[in-house]
């Protein structure tokens, strides 16, 4: 405390200051969480409930909610099903490749080696919307559609994962290491899967995580692919809320419902938040 | 001229039934060697009516024997589930999508219609239906009015006498509702249990309290034309309530009651009646008679509850079983409270039609639904009895329509089916086109936005319209 | 000789290089590289269905370009895309500025940072459609932010948030605004904790203010990472679809002034209107690729430094 003065700038003191940022902080951080309050709250009550007036108090309904929509026309339990599948197989995916490109660009030194840097770097910003039309067509050319391979087989190749990762390579191994492993007769593939890997494990988790969370999250592909309700991903599912006809005029299954999406992420992110938060930052640093 | 013959068409028969079944006959003249065998099993069914459950069993199972073992429904709602599940003789529920039939598993393929997503994925479908495996064919599709046209004239959809309905099977439907699935060449490519037409459903308890009675009679006085209609709506008003819910709630009065089809040949065309429908619906929300939100939405059905403080909404019967929350505690349908009278002008609003898709391993059990839902006299009067739903069947529904002991607890014990019956005779789908639901519901998005205030103009929103109606249908012209 | 062994040998494992490389770049090029070339191609075509009857595809040349770039919806389309990028840009800059600079400052200590972190950053991680249906649910005119604003009486009627095109936007600006800023902050620290602290000393010493300090040392310092995420968010800002789809349900109202530029791509794509979806990809393509080599650009002059 009494280094306050001592930190003490010309003009505003810093007591004064530290209680300006600590209001605005709070109160940006309730604009963040008081919707999902909100959410909570009302998919514990029923409709009727919610029709008269909203309560700071939750009710006792989210069991009903749950039960109605599980009971409902929206197969809610598959699409959680579908929607872990894609983005586990999508996570797995993404960062094991994306580390082997890595690897292959930081440790060997090949023709073509930079051109093929700079090629990904280039194709890192192209977003995926400007190719779905010709992907759909591929896709249905292949008969995949109406399938959730396609979801998950393309995200090997990803560039912002691989950039993350060639990054975190370029710092954090050092290349004797791989000298030194192939001295002991290693072959370059073990090398990578049981020496390297093991090594930029904490990369590899922080870009796991976001693979999972941008995948689970995904709308604009599943909801042009995925036609049949039970092969639907959350999100197109969420989507068809909104689309709802005349039978889905109960708030309490749409609540419930959102929250049974939103939750789970909320539960993972604030177990993990530390590595999330922090991979945010690392790839800024680098980035 | 084609909406003239087809008012002649109706009205002959309106005098005698017999006339267009023996018209039926002759258009569909190749098909006429079927009737007699075919014509057995219906005239068995309706005079074994006692039976009829533990009858009707049997040729389920037989139809099935030698066909596929799945039979996959498309469909935008529940509505035909629940009927099927309800009336169709040996259907049980496995969970929310499946069902079973003896031996074959029902799939209810269901697509909401928001934004033509219903016809979007019956495209798609019914386009790879050559290169799909058997069980995973479409075999039975409903449509709209709105779009019927789009696929009963196409080879995609099957002629139901060639699986097995005759026109003695359909003597009794109303004739409009074979003419909105009869393809251009005369052949008819859908069947429907339901008719649509429309009545104006108001609360008796604020009735009571405005206009001093209840009785549909004296409510009709006030709401007789739309003059009127705007005059009392005044007086709702003054006493606290919406005379409708939305404004969204009169479009389909005014658009049956246009003179033109959307669409002539490829060019967009906007009725007048449907700029007087905008210009009304301005005028009434202007005037803080009603709001502006779009139907089937939240804010649209709290009118079904007495705090929402609607005095009425427009819609056929199907509205007044299935949408006004008639099970739920609370609802104004849940106690009767709710009367229904013609209001300011006739209208009809939706319907169901059945089609059989090409390329389906069932047709039997197909034919035997069609049969059993749409032509089956006593699963019909079962439908009216125990859902109150308008039956597309004039025997039936004329025989109920004067018998006392009918009547409608939504309705506050009412018996609106004589209001019904004449409003059917007087449908006329001559105007659908393939482009309606489209058209129509982008129409609504462009004038809504008007109506709310957010174009100054009339003509600034109709562009807006062409755009949204271009950009769908790139085929069309303005 | 043992210098040239080990020289073949180094080479022999860098072929390894090109092995690693293999199935990244098949995945790539069947579903990226090809869909791109297809889309292209489609792009000269008169294409799409009229109910279920096809036509085309027939050779038109640059015609739905033309009819694209002629016509004024996709300007409108475009406007739309930016101004509600804009709205929620700014706020979402200025904000996580202010954070940052308060998260990073070492005279203000504030306690519970992890905490504040982890609140401000979760909106980013939750899914757009869920967050946008929640919105739509909450602001309807039914909904409960209505009847809170009721009950404690600033409003008598419920207000229609989904009835003007300013509330709409704003609405849309909003939940931009409360997805990113948190991940603003978090980038914009970054930068500012690599800052080295003896400028703020030195700052210090010669009297500056904490205004000062912040205007005239941090912001130019920052001002690359400062540009890197002026550009990522407005090519993210570009891709804008899962908000405004759910929320106007594909519609865009009110007048159209909430469609993006995807959004339209979307109802090509879902109508099967080959060739005018291909011409607006290749469209987007274009003005995204331009973006992209601003970005590339300033990643490989820092990579050289």
Same mark, same amino acid.
Request: with cysteine; glycine share 6%; net charge negative.
């Given at each position: 405390?009494?280094?306050?003065?001592?930190?003490?700038?010309?003009?505003?003191?810093?007591?004064?200051?530290? %209680?300006?940022?600590? /209001?605005?902080?709070?109160? &940006?951080?309730?604009?963040?969480? =008081?919707?999902?309050? +909100? #959410?909570? !709250?009302?998919?514990?009550?029923?409709?009727?409930?919610?029709?008269?007036?909203?309560?700071?108090?939750?009710?006792?309904?989210?069991?009903?909610?749950?039960?109605?929509?599980?009971?409902?026309?929206?197969?809610?339990?598959?699409?959680?099903?579908?929607?872990?599948?894609?983005?586990?197989?999508?996570?797995?995916?993404?960062?094991?490749?994306?580390?082997? %490109?890595?690897?292959? /660009?930081?440790?060997?030194? &090949?023709?073509?080696?930079?051109? =093929?840097?700079?090629? +990904? #770097?280039? !194709?890192?910003?192209?977003?995926?919307?400007?190719?779905?039309?010709?992907?759909?067509?591929?896709?249905?050319?292949?008969?995949?559609?109406?399938?959730?391979?396609?979801?998950?087989?393309?995200?090997?190749?990803?560039?912002?994962?691989?950039?993350?990762?060639?990054?975190?390579?370029?710092?954090?191994?050092?290349?004797?290491?791989?000298?030194?492993?192939?001295?002991?007769?290693?072959?370059e593939f073990r090398t990578f899967n049981t020496i390297i890997l093991p090594l930029i494990k904490p990369a590899i988790s922080v870009q796991m995580i976001f693979a999972f969370v941008g995948s689970w999250n995904n709308y604009f592909t599943p909801a042009l692919i995925l036609h049949t309700d039970t092969k639907k991903t959350l999100p197109v599912l969420i989507a068809q809320l909104r689309g709802a006809d005349w039978l889905r005029f109960d708030m309490g299954q749409v609540y419930i419902m959102i929250a049974a999406s939103i939750f789970p992420v909320i539960v993972i992110y604030l177990i993990l938040s530390k590595y999330i938060v922090g991979g945010v930052s690392a790839g800024a640093v680098k980035g | 001229m084609k909406k003239k013959v087809l008012g002649l068409l109706l009205s002959t028969t309106m005098v005698a039934g017999m006339l267009t079944a023996c018209g039926s006959t002759a258009s569909n003249a190749p098909a006429s060697t079927e009737t007699p065998a075919a014509e057995t099993p219906a005239a068995d069914t309706a005079a074994e009516s006692p039976a009829a459950d533990t009858a009707a069993e049997a040729p389920a199972a037989d139809v099935s024997a030698d066909e596929g073992k799945v039979l996959n429904i498309s469909a935008w709602n529940e509505e035909f589930k629940s009927r099927l599940t309800d009336h169709y003789p040996g259907y049980e529920v496995v969970d929310g999508t499946t069902g079973k039939i003896g031996d074959v598993t029902v799939n209810w393929l269901i697509t909401p219609n928001e934004e033509n997503a219903y016809q979007n994925r019956l495209d798609e479908l019914l386009l790879a239906q050559d290169g799909a495996a058997a069980d995973d064919k479409v075999d039975l599709f409903l449509v709209e009015a709105d779009y019927a046209v789009k696929y009963t004239d196409t080879d995609y959809t099957l002629s139901v006498t060639d699986l097995g309905l005759t026109a003695n099977d359909m003597k009794d439907q109303y004739k409009y509702t074979q003419d909105v699935v009869t393809d251009s060449n005369g052949v008819i490519k859908g069947t429907s249990w339901q008719g649509c037409p429309g009545v104006m459903i108001y609360n008796r308890a604020i009735a009571e309290e405005v206009f001093g009675s209840q009785e549909p009679e004296d409510i009709q006085a006030h709401f007789s034309d739309w003059n009127k209609f705007?005059?009392?709506?005044?007086?709702?008003?003054?006493?606290?309530?919406?005379?409708?819910?939305?404004?969204?709630?009169?479009?389909?009065?005014?658009?049956?009651?246009?003179?033109?089809?959307?669409?002539?040949?490829?060019?967009?065309?906007?009725?007048?009646?449907?700029?007087?429908?905008?210009?009304?619906?301005?005028?009434?929300?202007?005037?803080?008679?009603?709001?502006?939100?779009?139907?089937?939405?939240?804010?649209?059905?709290?009118g079904f509850y007495p705090e929402g403080k609607v005095f009425a909404y427009f819609g056929p019967a199907w509205l007044i079983d299935f949408s006004m929350a008639k099970d739920v505690e609370g609802s104004i349908a849940h106690d009767g409270g709710w009367a229904a009278t013609e209001g300011p002008q006739g209208f009809y609003w939706g319907g169901t039609w059945i089609c059989a898709a090409a390329g389906t391993d069932n047709a039997g059990l197909v034919a035997d639904i069609m049969k059993k839902m749409t032509c089956d006299p006593e699963i019909m009067k079962d439908i009216?009895?125990?859902?109150?739903?308008?039956?597309?069947?004039?025997?039936?529904?004329?025989?109920?329509?004067?018998?006392?002991?009918?009547?409608?607890?939504?309705?506050?014990?009412?018996?609106?089916?004589?209001?019904?019956?004449?409003?059917?005779?007087?449908?006329?789908?001559?105007?659908?086109?393939?482009?309606?639901?489209?058209?129509?519901?982008?129409?609504?998005?462009?004038?809504?936005?008007?109506?709310?205030?957010?174009?100054?103009?009339?003509?600034?929103?109709?562009?807006?319209?062409?755009?949204?109606?271009?950009?769908?249908?790139?085929?069309?012209?303005? | 000789m043992g210098a040239k062994k080990s020289n073949q040998n180094v080479v022999k494992f860098n072929r390894w290089g090109y092995i690693f490389l293999i199935p990244f770049f098949v995945t790539y090029i069947i579903f990226s590289f090809i869909p791109l070339c297809s889309t292209i191609y489609n792009s000269f075509f008169e294409n799409y269905r009229s109910g279920l009857k096809q036509i085309g595809p027939n050779f038109i040349g640059i015609n739905n370009y033309i009819n694209l770039l002629g016509s004024p919806e996709i300007w409108k389309y475009l406007v739309n895309t930016l101004i509600m990028w804009i709205g929620g840009f700014i706020p979402q800059i200025v904000i996580a500025l202010l954070l940052a600079y308060w998260f990073s400052d070492p005279s203000l200590r504030l306690k519970g940072q992890r905490f504040f972190k982890t609140v401000i950053y979760m909106p980013n991680l939750i899914m757009a459609s869920a967050f946008s249906m929640l919105f739509?649910?909450?602001?309807?005119?039914?909904?409960?932010?209505?009847?809170?604003?009721?009950?404690?009486?600033?409003?008598?009627?419920?207000?229609?948030?989904?009835?003007?095109?300013?509330?709409?936007?704003?609405?849309?600006?909003?939940?931009?605004?409360?997805?990113?800023?948190?991940?603003?902050?978090?980038?914009?620290?970054?930068?500012?904790?690599?800052?080295?602290?003896?400028?703020?000393?030195?700052?210090?010493?010669?009297?500056?203010?904490?205004?000062?300090?912040?205007?005239?040392?941090?912001?130019?310092?920052?001002?690359?990472?400062?540009?890197?995420?002026?550009?990522?968010?407005?090519?993210?800002?570009?891709?804008?679809?899962?908000?405004?789809q759910i929320l106007t349900n594909g519609r865009g109202n009110p007048t159209d002034s909430l469609t993006t530029v995807i959004m339209l791509l979307n109802r090509y794509l879902t109508s099967k209107d080959v060739g005018r979806g291909g011409a607006l990809s290749v469209f987007l393509f274009i003005v995204t690729g331009i973006l992209s080599l601003i970005v590339f650009r300033m990643n490989s002059s820092e990579d050289n430094k």
């Open positions: 405390m009494n280094n306050d003065t001592q930190a003490r700038t010309h003009g505003v003191p810093v007591g004064v200051r530290r %209680t300006i940022a600590y /209001i605005v902080l709070i109160f &940006f951080s309730v604009l963040c969480l =008081i919707w999902f309050y +909100i #959410l909570l !709250i009302n998919s514990t009550r029923s409709h009727a409930e919610m029709t008269r007036g909203f309560t700071l108090l939750p009710s006792t309904n989210l069991v009903n909610n749950w039960i109605s929509l599980i009971n409902g026309t929206i197969p809610i339990a598959r699409g959680f099903i579908n929607s872990i599948i894609v983005s586990v197989c999508t996570a797995v995916l993404t960062t094991y490749f994306s580390a082997m %490109t890595a690897y292959a /660009i930081n440790t060997y030194r &090949f023709k073509g080696r930079t051109a =093929i840097a700079t090629f +990904i #770097l280039a !194709i890192m910003m192209i977003p995926g919307q400007v190719t779905a039309l010709g992907f759909l067509q591929l896709i249905n050319r292949m008969g995949l559609d109406d399938s959730i391979i396609p979801l998950i087989i393309p995200a090997i190749a990803s560039p912002v994962t691989y950039f993350y990762l060639k990054q975190y390579m370029e710092s954090n191994l050092p290349l004797s290491l791989v000298e030194a492993a192939r001295i002991d007769g290693s072959g | 705007v005059e009392s709506a005044a007086e709702l008003k003054k006493a606290g309530y919406n005379v409708i819910s939305s404004t969204a709630d009169t479009f389909r009065v005014y658009q049956n009651n246009a003179e033109l089809p959307w669409v002539n040949g490829t060019q967009i065309q906007v009725d007048d009646n449907l700029k007087k429908w905008v210009e009304d619906s301005k005028a009434l929300a202007d005037a803080g008679y009603c709001g502006t939100h779009g139907q089937w939405t939240d804010d649209w059905t709290k009216v009895l125990k859902d109150n739903d308008f039956v597309n069947n004039r025997t039936v529904m004329e025989e109920l329509a004067n018998d006392p002991s009918y009547s409608n607890e939504v309705l506050g014990g009412q018996n609106p089916l004589k209001m019904f019956c004449a409003g059917a005779d007087n449908i006329d789908m001559a105007n659908l086109t393939a482009y309606d639901q489209g058209l129509l519901g982008d129409y609504q998005t462009a004038m809504g936005d008007y109506i709310n205030g957010n174009y100054a103009t009339y003509d600034e929103a109709l562009e807006q319209f062409y755009t949204l109606a271009l950009q769908r249908y790139p085929e069309l012209t303005r | 739509f649910a909450l602001f309807a005119d039914s909904g409960p932010i209505n009847q809170i604003l009721m009950n404690i009486g600033v409003i008598s009627e419920p207000f229609k948030f989904f009835q003007y095109v300013a509330s709409s936007r704003i609405l849309v600006m909003f939940m931009n605004f409360l997805m990113w800023f948190g991940n603003t902050t978090i980038l914009l620290m970054a930068g500012m904790l690599g800052i080295d602290s003896s400028l703020y000393e030195a700052a210090q010493v010669d009297g500056a203010t904490a205004s000062q300090i912040f205007f005239k040392i941090t912001m130019p310092i920052l001002r690359p990472i400062f540009i890197y995420v002026l550009i990522t968010s407005l090519i993210g800002g570009l891709q804008m679809f899962d908000v405004p």
